[in-house]
């Protein structure tokens, strides 16, 4: 967590009791500040919503939740350095449809309404998390199904997120990615690597992973591999592995003889490790990396 | 199947010769009843279009093959509880669009045309299912990406259905449920469930497969696993273990010896088992599970 | 590649600087020619904008790269018949609305716009490549999910893609298949053929490989397998195998002895081959395919 706190000003869709459920904040209307005074005969509040948050305190609102999401994606902050204790509570369950949003409890008459009338509507998705796109839009990144980046993703300069990507709230890359695999909430990915088609990073809200997985720097997750452990730079796991934390792993030297066998979590942010699974034997094992991952640059100059 | 018989009130639409391609029921213009006799005079019959379906029945009509899909994913029968015969026969493929439906082969020209005036146009699917949420609203559900449930699928309350879940029709879950995976044509899966990320259910339209899939309470399929057989109460798949029925699987005891080798298939329905691949000898093991799936509750009070 | 050459009328989307961001060619409105001599009184060249290509050079501007993925998706030349060097560099990246094809660098005004007016914006993808159900309309294909398949997609008749199915641009399917796994670029896929869900092949723009893949006719990819080699006809990969080119593959006889081990790279090409992984051993083998992949036909009368 940093402590710095920040100010923005919204534009907010208010349900049919006249809560807030969503709320947009242009980048120029946030700023750092730590004052929280405010001329009341500022134009800027008759138009706006003044909504004040501290990465080091939690979200206390639908508004505030939204200014921390929104502050993720435009990297003013990095995945796990602002408090989101508790923002599953606060967020409102919405329907994103292509007449604006609306309160998932109110969707039944408002879906009744419209067909009555032949006006076509496109429910998006049911959610508490709206997509990045609808919100914040980066030029240097692709995103090829935009329903797969939520609100809160945290996108480095260069990043190209394919259609069967997804990046959570709360996680990221860092710089250029490639990303058609899944990075879960907490989880963040370095410069230069590559996440591969359906390759899957565990998260710690579900499944009962508590570990939190991140990715070192010109790394290479095969497609259809898993990752369980904390991975350290230039490191590949082979296509179609998954390597929890518990799975045991034989180390081999130069030669290719079994060394040793160790836990895969005592190989947690070590370097320049290949691991796979000998297709003779069974066993996963591990050495030396020397198939360093290099983005292929054609696809990353956005 | 039940012998139920159904009676609803649908707003159609129809394709350029005049055929319904597609048909909306709110759920208050459905009702259980056996009587098929309607007052000629009664008002909302010049609104609605009267549809009668049994369960024990197949549909015969557009109309009527979407009363059923209502009646699943408004949870009204469950999946395999009414008859789908011939389901695939009776849909026509319609191009979903931000329009509104069109019959695929009038695409081409509604194209052309909207192109021609400079009107944007979205074609969401093709395709011969609708999304759920353009037709039914469950507000105790999450549907991160609308695009992956299927009219006629049941989603127990509690269910969150993540980016990578998917939902067939005829298919779903019985109570509160994580779905990251995919749930196949014809499998169900009972209550506190986490079908993970990736995680494939066999089905038994495509691939050869031929038994029915089903999932226990407090079932745990890990990241990018799959399952072959139908699984019983509290049992977990280790992430990335395919468990087909033909697979042979050591039976570990509490010392954690091989005690014999079953076909996966000889398992079915058993509860409190533990599938894993030893990391070491490539065997897929079988123990007693001791950490049973528990929901996180602050994913689920939607 | 061929040598024919091509001349479509457009209709395009130009950014703010007056560059074209996207272009629209009719299937009536391409015609294979030689002529690049065009009569300039003819009513068309007011309305339209003429492009012209060949498959034998690469393309120089966004309208050729837009004609030559119209061409593919209309089925008038097949993926690796049309030279597409440079495609990346040539394509803007563009974000896809609701409210039709916007410059990614134009996006963030466009956003603060229309939010600013309460009028509804929906951004569905930001990418080179646009949707194929935006510009192609194929009566006798399904596509689950249309934003995972991009223009440039080349899908035969009879083809179903589902919602966890994505076809790359230059890549798809000769004729009848079911695709509910991901299809890279460059990749074809014979006729008869099913990619299981979640089933991946190997692509060559990332990730290091540099063999191009295809599958052969009657092919089953189970779910969540991979494949490295080119595969020939009648084969089976099992649910959750992932098949390198550097796997070493046990060679099974009739009896189910092992008889030799080749790299699967060696087995490339070869027809009636099923490859599985010994749930005893760990090892992958190879025998015999007895049970061919045969396509259900109701799902696949469009």
Known sequence: MTNKTWRGYGLGTKNNKGAYIEMYFAPENIIETSNVVVDPDDE???????VFVSDDKPPESVSEAY??????????????????????????????????PVDAEELSNFLYENKGKG?????????KFPSLTDYVSLSDVRIADASRVRLGAYLGPGTTVMHEGFVN?????????????????????A????????????GTLSGGNEIKISVGKNCLLGANSGLGIPLGDRCTIEAGLYLTSGSKVEILNENGDVETSLKASELANKPDLLFLRNSLTGAIQCKKNKNVNKLNKDLHDN
Chains 1, 2, 3 share one sequence.
């Open 191 to 202: 410069e230069n690597s590559d996440i591969g088609g359906g390759a899957s990073t565990m």
């Open 67 to 100: 200014l921390k999401l929104h502050l993720l994606s435009l990297r003013k902050v990095k995945p796990n350095e602002t408090n989101l204790d508790g923002i599953f509570n606060i967020l409102p369950n919405v329907a994103w449809t292509s007449l604006g």
């Open 119 to 127: 006006v076509p509507v496109k429910v998006f998705s049911i959610d």
């Open 44 to 50: 800027i509040i008759k138009k706006f919503e003044i």
């Open 169 to 189: 709230f709360n996680s990221g890359t860092l710089g250029e990615a490639m990303v058609e695999g899944r990075i879960s909430q907490g989880v963040i990915v």
